[in-house]
């Protein structure tokens, strides 16, 4: 009963959506705001990849309540599971040799892959957000592989406050010299190399680092 | 064009089998490949910055995340 | 055909949007509903994503010289989408751990028996 009743909700939706969809045809050109930051992406804020200006010059302000949502939910992730630790077993089972040394040898280059995206993100594909997830993960394979190594909480913490701080203090400074919050008072540089963008890569630096021990902090607060 | 074609029926394919198994880490892992063809789709329409985002965390760290949630409840659905 | 090799992006992002919509209202288990929620998140970016596209469009990245801007996809959907993916996957391991709450304090993930045992 319930599962016909559902489908024909479903089937009424789905009605609605085609005829929706009917006026956006796929492929067409519909682009109107994205023109401007295409043509003028580069002169104006110095960055190769439009993606990241917009994310960080054109719509600052809105990654930094992002990255504030995000750490409403590890905060709220932590509420919720406190006082719930289990006992961590002593005779928690070492893993395997082969997967001890591997990870040892893996742990520094999945980290140095990771800061590798975060700090080219405004020359390549990447950036902060890619970056700091793959830099959880390489946290992840070492909760997984070597137990006994566990980095300590407060670390995550202070590592994710000093990344919001770092934002943030970046567009008082901008606010100060340029007239407005996240504005880019450094010089642009020439297009397409590493020393570029003024304050973008700064700010990728700073979102990866908060990003990366956010996620890890919640694997850590999970498996725990 | 065939290639999307296959990759779209197969992501479907996996969605429709992880809403059937009885066992949650079989339908977990349905999900991780559901993240990863989508992943290739946002390549496909010239995102790759999405695409990295969405194969890091989509298949990695969301599988990650529902496997240690299914080791501290039940692993069965009844 | 012909249509539905135009159309088969939407019918791939709506698709999943239907299937997770499908097992959000029939299904029992919490962890379930939850994975179906995650489907309906990938299928909305998915679909922000399609919205953007131009046929036989290059990424908005100036990487070498000689790229033609005018051929160039839509980058605002683009960095929406980047960020809703990390909010995507704080919010679900929010929701995760209320589940494990759950099960810790009904000793079930049946959401009829919870509901049963509330009223």
């Known amino acids: 009963m319930r599962k016909i009743i559902s489908l024909i909700l479903l089937g009424i939706v789905c009605v609605g959506i085609i005829f929706a969809l009917y006026s956006i045809p796929f492929g067409k050109d519909k682009i109107k705001v ?5 043509y003028n992406g580069i002169k104006e804020t110095g960055a ?9 010059n054109y719509r600052g302000f809105d990654t930094l309540g992002e990255v504030t949502i995000l750490f409403i939910a590890a905060l709220g992730l932590g509420v919720v599971l406190y006082g719930k630790k289990k006992k961590r077993k002593e005779g928690l089972e070492p893993a395997s ?5 591997g990870c040892r040898f893996l742990f520094p280059l999945i980290l140095l892959f990771g800061a590798y995206i975060f700090i080219h ?50 567009g008082l400074i ?38 990366g021990a956010e996620l890890a902090g919640i694997i850590y607060n999970m498996i725990e | 064009m065939i290639f999307v074609f296959l990759l779209v029926f197969l992501m479907l394919a996996g969605a429709i089998v992880a809403s059937i198994f009885k066992d949650l880490m079989n339908s977990v892992i349905a999900m991780a490949l559901v993240s990863l063809i989508a992943s290739i789709l946002f390549y496909f329409l010239q995102a790759p910055d999405v695409a990295m985002a969405e194969a890091s965390i989509g ?4 599988t990650a995340i529902f496997i240690i949630a299914i080791r501290r409840t039940k692993r069965h659905e009844e | 055909m012909n249509f539905l090799s135009n159309n088969i992006y939407y019918i791939g992002c709506f698709g999943l949007i239907f299937i997770g919509l499908y097992i959000v ?8 509903v939850i994975i179906g929620i995650n489907f309906i998140d990938t299928g909305v970016n998915l679909f922000l994503i399609t919205i953007g596209y131009i046929r036989g469009g290059t990424a908005p990245i100036f990487s070498r010289p000689g790229l033609n801007p005018e051929r160039m996809v839509d980058p605002i959907p683009q960095a929406l989408v980047l960020t809703t ?3 995507g996957v704080s919010v679900l391991a929010l929701a995760l751990s209320l589940a494990i709450r759950l099960y810790h304090h009904y000793g079930t993930l049946n959401l009829r028996k919870i509901r049963e045992l509330k009223w």
Do not use: D
Not at chain 1, 121 to 129: A, K, S, V, Y
């Open chain 3, 85 to 87: 993916i990390v909010i």
């Open chain 1, 48 to 56: 190769v990849n439009i993606v990241t200006s917009v994310v960080l």
């Open chain 3, 25 to 32: 209202l029939t299904k029992k288990n919490l962890i379930k």
């Open chain 2, 59 to 62: 298949a990695a760290l969301t």
């Open chain 1, 97 to 101: 040799l082969v997967l001890y040394t």
């Open chain 1, 174 to 211: 901008g606010l100060t010299i340029g007239g407005y919050f996240l504005s880019n008072f450094l010089p642009k540089g020439i297009a397409n190399t590493l020393f570029s963008a003024g304050i973008i890569p700064i700010l990728y630096c700073a979102v990866g680092f908060k990003v």
């Open chain 1, 34 to 38: 994205g023109k401007h930051y295409i």
């Open chain 1, 121 to 170: 993100g405004h020359l390549t594909p990447g950036g902060g957000f890619q970056g700091g997830a793959i830099i959880a993960s390489g946290f992840l394979l070492s909760y997984l592989g070597c137990p006994r190594k566990w980095i300590s909480k407060e670390r995550f913490n202070i590592t994710e406050s000093l990344g919001g701080l770092v934002f943030v203090i970046m």
